[in-house]
């Protein structure tokens, strides 16, 4: 058990906004893929778990990691091959759910390379199916998929925004409450764009998002 986690990618980190999320959080393990370690070095956090093929990581900033790991400090060092069947990010997510945190949070998934975001989004079906809570988060939006019944309080709402898309073909007896425009027993399937943009409704204190069979994406998001 490794606790709350949080992962940092090798994606695009805004530092004022991860800077302050970072301080009103606590995290038991932090866990950097590849160039991740760049972020944090930077951000000044304490490293539990370093991994990846390292091929995009500064190289002055994995020396200062490794000569830690070498001295018996908190961080360790698991290397993967350059030629691999999949990306940093999801070796890094797989070891991170077999080690059942109670819920991980990841920064840099999100950026300039689409088919890593992409690639990012899929492979939360990775602690989706082990019942852990997970999240990509950035300034702009905070994502995971919901397989069951999903509760965002007004409280913790990320951005004005939650939209939800069909992960799966399709997602049966759809309901939303506390949303501004309610859904109830529909069903979603890929190709349409109907759920994008919802608010919670004027004077709720939470949405509830539920459905039958199937996995949605839930999307908060904001503009600035």
């Not at 070095?41 to 830690?68: I, P, Q, Y």
């Not at 069947?85 to 759910?97: A, G, Q």
């Not at 999100?110 to 988060?137: K, S, V, W």
Request: charged share 30%; hydrophobic share 35%.
């Amino acid at each position: 058990m490794i606790g709350r986690t949080l992962i940092i990618g090798g994606g695009e980190i805004d530092y004022e906004f991860t800077a302050d999320y970072l301080s009103k959080q606590k995290f038991d393990t932090v866990v950097c893929a590849d160039s991740g370690l760049d972020a944090a070095d930077r951000l000044g956090l304490n490293v539990n778990f370093l991994m990846g093929d390292f091929d995009s990581v500064e190289k002055e900033t994995l020396s200062k990691f490794l000569e830690l790991d070498c001295q018996g400090d908190n961080t360790k060092y698991i290397k993967y091959p350059k030629e691999k069947d999949y990306t940093d990010m999801h070796l890094v997510l797989e070891w991170t759910t077999g080690r059942k945190p109670s819920e991980i949070v990841i920064l840099g998934a999100t950026g300039r390379r689409l088919d890593h975001f992409i690639a990012n989004i899929n492979i939360l079906m990775l602690p989706l199916e082990n019942n852990i809570p997970a999240y990509i988060i950035d300034k702009y939006n905070k994502i995971c998929l919901a397989d069951r019944e999903h509760r965002i309080s007004k409280e913790n709402l990320w951005g004005k925004y939650i939209s939800i898309c069909p992960f799966t073909d399709k997602v049966t007896d759809v309901c939303l409450h506390g949303f501004k425009y309610p859904l109830t027993g529909e069903t979603l399937r890929t190709g349409g764009s109907r759920t994008v943009s919802n608010e919670l409704a004027d004077g709720a204190d939470e949405a509830i998002i539920s459905l039958g069979e199937g996995i949605l994406i839930v999307i908060e998001s904001k503009d600035r």
